[in-house]
């Protein structure tokens, strides 16, 4: 089974910067990728960055291009979303997911998910 566990979240004024983690456990075959997701309240959970795992080919959503890195570290089986020049508009609460077929947009093929980090970003 697999196991996600995001940390790093926490309040940030406007113009900060904060750095998810999201470790993984368990075995996970294929080409699969993994992702940052985010839900704002009374929002959809929308897909904010993702890495293919063996290429690290990456994805940005047009919101957070040039402010937010997403890197993975094969060792530690660990994912990262840097986050800089954060806005109040990027609280939310974030979650890391994992996509079983490596189709970061999809989001019908993440298969796994973290319990969820909240961030808030104070004007």
């Known amino acids: 089974q697999v196991q996600l566990v995001e940390s790093g979240g926490g309040l940030v004024q406007a113009g900060g910067s904060l750095r998810l983690s999201c470790a993984a456990s368990?075995?996970?075959?294929?080409?699969?990728?993994m992702a940052w997701f985010r839900q704002a309240p009374g929002k959809e959970r929308d897909v904010v960055a993702g890495i293919t795992w063996s290429s690290g080919s990456t994805y940005y959503a047009d919101s957070v291009k040039g402010r937010f890195t997403i890197s993975r570290d094969n060792v530690k089986n660990t994912m990262y979303l840097q986050m800089n020049n954060l806005k109040p508009e990027d609280t939310a609460v974030y979650y890391c997911?994992?996509?079983?077929?490596?189709?970061?947009?999809?989001?019908?093929?993440?298969?796994?998910w973290g319990q969820g980090t909240p961030v808030t970003v104070s004007s």
């Open positions: 997911a994992v996509s079983v077929s490596g189709a970061i947009k999809y989001l019908p093929s993440y298969a796994y």
């Open positions: 368990g075995h996970i075959f294929g080409d699969y990728a």
